[in-house]
Nanobody
Framework: QVQLVESGGGSEQAGASLRLSCAAS????????MGWFRQAPGKERELVAA???????TYYAESVKGRFLISRDNKNTLFLQLNSLEPADTAVYYC??????????????????WGQGTQVTVSS
């Protein structure tokens, strides 16, 4: 199995930046497509960004495109750079691993492993 631990969340003012990290352990990290989801109180968990394995192809939700960047290193860490933060970005952010060699739709119901989440709060 894979264990995911997020870090880097916090409280910032609009326009500020944050960098979230997700450390993975347990199995070969490189074979898992990875993603970041977020969930605000009373709302559905939504995909923010995703990244493939070897090719590192990326996907971004329209609401964060141009502001956030997802990346992964060659070892065991996934990152999400959050720039130009807006109050609407306030949510718990979850690191996620999709099934090994997965190439389907990056949706919450297809996630194989979840992190515990890290809170991001943006004030205006």
């Amino acid at each position: 199995q894979v264990q995911l631990v997020e870090s880097g969340g916090g409280s910032e003012q609009a326009g500020a930046s944050l960098r979230l990290s997700c450390a993975a352990s347990g199995r070969t990290f490189s074979v898992y497509p990875m993603g970041w989801f977020r969930q605000a109180p009373g709302k559905e968990r939504e995909l923010v960004a995703a990244i493939s394995t070897v090719g590192r192809a990326t996907y971004y939700a329209e609401s964060v495109k141009g502001r956030f960047l997802i990346s992964r290193d060659n070892k065991n860490t996934l990152f999400l750079q959050l720039n130009s933060l807006e109050p609407a970005d306030t949510a718990v952010y979850y690191c996620a691993a999709f099934p090994r060699f997965y190439s389907g739709t990056y949706s919450a119901d297809r996630v194989a492993y979840w992190g515990q989440g890290t809170q991001v709060t943006v004030s205006s």
